[in-house]
């Protein structure tokens, strides 16, 4: 991770998720979040925000003990990454401990995968921020194999049946949920969010006061 990079990701992680929604709907990007569905897998996990590293699974059957894609694809990932992981599984887990610990060691900041996780409890432990679809105590090998790494793929949105990700896409989670950031657009979202960031801090200050919502409201322009 590139000092800028680096610089980057300790902004974001000083803004909220729905601060970057709102600026996303202005500059034309209405449906960036992703599927209420993919929900930390601790509670008062820590922030997730880094960089999209993508992999996509299939369903099919393989032989061997292992699936090798996925250990090379475990293997790239480097420094400041969120590991953003598509496909169809269901019932079974993506992964467990292990290999989650595998991705923390290579410097992933972060995990989401539309399907599942086990050792959920040991993940949580190792303080990797999760967002998956479900729990399982099924192991994938032999059912779910990886079938692309660093390519475009698709999850499921909060308010779109499919959201874009693409390697190098900026990914914020917090307690509200997961907000995908084009590469196109990192700078402005977060030049925005992190002024409306301060602007909040000016209106929590006036409400804690106990100044009139209406003056606020007149004051700020919303609240």
């Known amino acids: 991770m590139t000092p800028e990079q680096e610089s980057i990701r300790n902004r974001f992680l000083a803004v909220d998720t729905t601060t970057v929604s709102d600026v996303l709907e202005g500059v034309g990007r209405y449906d960036q979040a992703l599927s209420t569905a993919l929900t930390p897998i601790a509670a ?11 992999v996509r699974m299939h369903l099919q059957p393989y032989e061997g003990p292992g699936d090798p894609d996925k250990m090379q694809a475990i293997n790239g990932m480097m420094p400041g990454v969120v590991s953003v992981w598509a496909g169809d599984a269901e019932g079974m887990a993506s992964f467990g401990e292990l290999l989650a610990l595998g991705m923390k060691v290579r410097g992933c900041v972060g995990i989401v995968v539309n399907g599942g996780v086990r050792d959920s409890a040991w993940i949580a432990k190792h303080g990797m921020p999760v967002y998956a679809r479900y729990r399982s ?12 790494c660093q390519v475009p793929i698709v999850m499921p949105g909060a308010t779109s049946r499919r959201v874009e990700v693409a390697p190098g896409d900026f990914l914020l989670g917090d307690a509200d949920g997961v907000v995908v950031i084009p590469a196109a657009h990192i700078e402005t979202v977060l030049a925005e969010a992190e002024k409306i960031t301060e ?6 200050a006036d409400i804690d ?9 007149k004051r700020y322009g919303r609240i």
């Open 44 to 54: 008062n996990q820590e922030k997730l925000a880094g960089f999209a590293y993508t």
């Open 137 to 148: 105590p099924v192991q994938s090998i032999g059912r779910l194999k990886v079938t692309g």
């Open 199 to 204: 602007r909040e801090k000016s209106i929590r």
């Open 209 to 217: 006061s106990g100044a009139p919502l209406d003056i606020i409201l």
